[in-house]
């Protein structure tokens, strides 16, 4: 039996690697024909599919699962659209068998898979964690990807964002990403404590990477809860990786 790749030690291999934009000649990966829109796309921004001896359609969350594979566009609509159409049964050439909840797996998968990469931010010393620490880093313009707890409040929320605003501003620098959409009890196992409301990763390959899995997370789910009172003043931060979320200002 297969089953969702959603493994939390993350070492994917070059093709699947989100923090890994070009191979080790400097070459660009090879683009991947998504199989609901028929377009070449970057894989980066795509989920690999693997069909199992039983013809079970299978989220390649890691793009380490053996077999046949195809290709899909990270989003929701995508992989409605596939199933609707019979795309899978057609990449496969087989009848393909699809889970009823084939797309809220592939949501837990990149899920799991974005708090791993947070975890392995802390281990290797670049996530900070609490207010304080989260103020002073974005003092220093330092802030590659910012996390808020879902159920944060939002005083300490606007704070850190008053700061992270006026430093991309005077700095002339890009507001980082922003990610809200896990619990603080969910956030507090990827540092070993009852709960973490406000965090931070530094700058750099490890922000980078973990805001393209953030990117393909937002194709399934909402990366802020709708009753954020702020949620129009955060948004702004996530409109160019989420496109059901609004402008804000």
Not at 19 to 42: M, Y
Not at 219 to 236: K, Q, T, V
Not at 242 to 249: A, E, H, R, Y
Request: proline fraction near 5%; charge should be neutral; hydrophobic fraction near 35%.
């Amino acid at each position: 039996m297969w089953f969702l790749s959603t493994q939390t030690d993350i070492n994917p291999e070059p093709e699947s690697n989100p923090e890994q934009s070009s191979n080790s000649h400097g070459h660009k990966p090879r683009e991947r024909r998504d199989i609901a829109s028929g377009e070449l796309r970057d894989p980066a921004d795509m989920l690999r599919l693997a069909f199992g001896p039983d013809g079970q359609v299978v989220a390649d969350i890691y793009g380490k699962l053996p077999g046949r594979g195809a290709w899909i566009e990270a989003s929701r609509a995508a992989v409605e659209k596939a199933i609707k159409t019979g795309a899978f049964a057609r990449a496969a050439k087989r009848k393909t068998i699809i889970a009823d909840n084939f797309i809220d797996t592939i949501q837990a998968g990149l899920s799991a898979r974005v708090l791993g990469m947070l975890g392995m931010a802390k281990r290797a010393g670049q996530l900070e964690s609490g207010f304080e620490n989260v103020r002073s880093c974005a003092r220093a313009g330092e802030v590659g990807v910012r996390i808020e707890a879902s159920d944060g409040q939002p005083d300490g929320r606007s704070k850190i964002r008053v700061v992270v605003k006026a430093i991309a501003k005077e700095l002339e620098i890009p507001m980082p990403t922003l990610i809200g959409c896990f619990t603080s009890t969910e956030l507090g196992k990827v540092v070993g404590r009852d709960n973490m409301v406000h965090a931070c990763v530094h700058k750099g390959k490890m922000a980078k990477a973990i805001t393209r899995e953030i990117e393909r997370l937002a194709g399934f789910r909402e990366l802020m809860p709708d009753d954020w009172p702020d949620r129009e003043h955060e948004s702004f931060q996530t409109t160019d990786i989420s496109p059901n979320i609004g402008d804000g200002i």
